[in-house]
């Protein structure tokens, strides 16, 4: 399977970038600084240099071509102003998305936040972000040509993974490993059957893959 993540040197974009190189995965990791790309390679993955502030729709899409799954986990990160919020976690989400059904790309998976909400009151940074990853998911859920699936983890810490989750449409907050987060990407990559869910993620007690069979069967 050929997979391209959009925000490719994220933390847990390298880190899902080892987990489906090492499975046999062609991954592609989409970066806006070529001094990143060794750490892709060393990753396993193919570094492929887009700014996904600044690209087109047609640009985007021509590196989507041949993809089989595309994944959206690109942000703006914790030192960014609410300009990039809007420019990153919305637009950026919104344009990878569109390239997504450029280039045929069917499987779609966006990493959001848990409390993403378009109508996310307050006027502080964080607020603004929420907001920002709120419109993204609502518009990403129009499309009935992309197979998608939203993930939204709780509070993200750089704790070795436990590989064990709790995923449902509402988990409540807590916090969960980088590592699980890969983790359950990888494994909804797999699982087309969550095609249409938006699933909050935090540790619990299920092991991955039967946690995520578990909401695929509901």
């Not at 709790?166 to 359950?184: K, N, Q, Y």
Request: charged fraction near 25%; glycine fraction near 12%.
């Amino acid at each position: 399977m050929r997979i391209v993540i959009a925000g490719g040197h994220g933390q847990i974009a390298l880190r899902l970038e080892r987990l489906l190189a090492a499975r046999g995965d062609e991954v592609a990791g989409i970066i806006r600084r070529s001094e990143h790309g060794d750490d892709l390679r060393a990753a396993g993955a193919e570094p492929v240099l887009c700014d996904l502030e600044s690209a087109s729709v047609e640009e985007v899409a021509a590196h989507l071509q041949g993809a089989d799954a595309a994944v959206f986990a690109a942000g703006a990160g914790p030192g960014s102003g609410a300009a990039r919020k809007d420019t990153v976690d919305r637009g950026a989400a919104v344009l990878f998305a569109d390239a997504a059904i450029r280039a045929g790309v069917r499987r779609y998976v966006v990493v959001s936040s848990m409390g993403a909400d378009p109508s996310h009151p307050g006027d502080d940074v964080f607020d603004v972000y929420l907001r920002a990853k709120g419109e993204a998911d609502a518009y990403i859920r129009g499309f009935n040509s992309l197979e998608w699936t939203i993930l939204r983890p709780g509070m993200l810490t750089n704790d070795a993974g436990t590989g064990l989750v709790r995923l449902e449409a509402s988990t409540g907050r807590g916090p969960i490993p980088r590592d699980d987060v890969a983790a359950v990407l990888a494994e909804l990559l797999d699982t087309p059957a969550t095609a249409g869910l938006t699933l909050e993620l935090i540790s619990g007690s299920a092991p991955v893959s039967v946690a995520v069979k578990s909401v695929a069967g509901n």
